[in-house]
Structures are given as C-alpha cells and as structure tokens.
Nanobody, 124 residues
Framework: QVQLVESGGGLVQTGGSLRLSCAAS????????MGWFRQAPGKEREFVAH????????YYADSVKGRFTISRDNAKNTVYLEMNSLKPEDTAVYYC?????????????????WGQGTQVTVSS
C-alpha cells in the first residue's frame, strides 16, 4: 500500500514557474515507477510525465516537453514536477500516481495508487 500526498500547487501568471512535490508513505517507494497526470474541468485525466524506479528514465507528453521536468529522490520518498514557462492551458488539478509496472506508463489505468491532487491555475 502506498499513500501519496501532493503539494506545491497555486496561482501563477503566464510564463511563471511552480514546483510540485508528491510525498509517498512506506518503505518501498523505490520499487514504484511514478507519474504525473492532470485533469482540467470537463476533460479527461491526461498524462504529463513519468519516471522510472531509479530515476534514470523519464518521458513527457508533447504538450509539456521542454518546459516540465520530473525527478525523484528515493531517499526522501518524493517525486517532483518542475514546471516552467507555464501557460493558461496548463491549468488543471495535478495528480501523482504510483505503479509497480514498467510498461505503458502513459496510461491512467496502469497506476494503482493516486494522490488527492493539487490545483494549478495559470492566469493570462
């Protein structure tokens, strides 16, 4: 069982930056690949980024590539999402998720554990 708690969301102007954190409970954090997803009002939850168990492999949605960076610190049981050059279309609730799987990590259904989400609002 893994419990995830996101933090770091807020209101920022276009072009600004935010750093999201996701703290995980338990002693097996390093055995899970981690992902960030987001959901805007009236839309389906969509993939943002994922990172491998050890942190050496990352993958991003085209819409955030070059602007967002996912990273993890297994000693602190935490995964991060650094978001730069934010746009109004980045406005959403951001969720972190954990999975013991190693393939198809861009899909919501591949993740077993989810946080409660943190709101990110980018004003124009």
């Amino acid at each position: 069982q893994v419990q995830l708690v996101e933090s770091g969301g807020g209101l920022v102007q276009t072009g600004g930056s935010l750093r999201l954190s996701c703290a995980a409970s338990g002693r097996t954090f390093s055995t899970y690949a981690m992902g960030w997803f987001r959901q805007a009002p009236g839309k389906e939850r969509e993939f943002v980024a994922h990172i491998s168990r050890g942190g050496s492999r990352t993958y991003y949605a085209d819409s955030v590539k070059g602007r967002f960076t996912i990273s993890r610190d297994n000693a602190k049981n935490t995964v991060y999402l650094e978001m730069n050059s934010l746009k109004p279309e980045d406005t959403a609730v951001y969720y972190c998720a954990a999975t013991p799987r190693i393939y198809d990590l861009g899909y919501v259904g591949q993740y077993d554990y989810w946080g409660q989400g943190t709101q990110v609002t980018v004003s124009s």
